[in-house]
């Protein structure tokens, strides 16, 4: 048996955390003691392992609990799934290590990229997916329809797509030496902003968020400084005064 606390220093979250997931019934302690101290067992821990690993995937907690509460959930091919799933993330990370350094070398004048090497690891459902994680704070609805819509496409839509995407940071990144608010940048965040419905019809409040994101998250921030270190500010800049104006 773990302590509440001891359980949280080996799963590395906060003892808060676990209290709030025994709040919501996403992972109860195996027992409560007469002096109201949880413990948690082997059980529990395999459950706030499986936890964990969703969080990862991007699940939101409620969808976590749905799936951890089915009847007929098995842990084993649970764990082959997640196996999977972290297995593509190592394979495009690796990709993307190579295209940075890559790009370092070209930067450095000792090689020359091509523009298309340039977002190589760059796809549109990569970028989709990323653009997921920052909105579906805001309606898991809108995820919904932005999946839907993308499987609705077809091979030559999602080119098409993909290229437009490709065209809008491109075009950008050509324009990284005028001001965020400049006339030229803002155009490509209007186009930007159009490319975005292609997925789902985006808010301001969503807009706003994608623009803090692609600054602020990890993720999108070494997506953009991938293509330039001061991109993730100047896209959040540019997309700020985008909404201001609307």
């Known amino acids: 048996m773990y302590t509440v606390r001891q359980l949280a ?32 067992d082997d059980t529990a821990v395999l459950r706030l392992q499986q936890i964990l690993l969703f969080r990862e995937m991007a699940f939101s907690l409620r969808e976590i609990q749905t799936i951890l509460d089915q009847p007929d959930f098995d842990l084993a091919q649970a764990l082959q799934s997640h196996k999977q799933a972290l297995q593509q993330r190592v394979e495009r990370l690796h990709e993307l290590i190579h295209t940075i350094d890559q790009t370092i070398l070209h930067l450095q004048g000792e090689i020359q990229m091509s523009t298309e090497a340039l977002f190589a690891g760059f796809d549109e459902e990569t970028q989709a997916r990323y653009e997921q994680e920052a909105y579906e704070r805001y309606d898991p609805e809108i995820v919904k329809v932005s999946v839907r819509r993308w499987k609705n496409y077809s091979t030559a839509q999602k080119a098409q797509i993909g290229a437009e995407g490709e065209a809008v940071y491109r075009d950008l990144l050509a324009h990284m030496d005028e001001r965020p608010d400049s006339t030229a940048v803002q155009q490509i965040i209007t186009r930007w902003h159009q490319h975005l419905r292609y997925f789902y019809e985006p808010t301001v409040e969503i807009m706003l968020g994608l623009a803090q994101g692609y600054e602020e998250d990890p993720a999108f921030a070494a997506f953009y400084e991938k293509l330039h270190p001061d991109m993730p500010r100047f896209l959040r800049q540019a997309i700020e005064h985008y909404c201001q104006q609307l």
Request: no cysteine.
């Open 9 to 40: 220093v080996l799963a590395g979250v906060s003892v808060r955390t676990l209290h709030y997931y025994d709040e919501i019934g996403l992972l109860k302690p195996s027992v409560v003691g007469e002096n109201n101290y949880r413990y948690y």
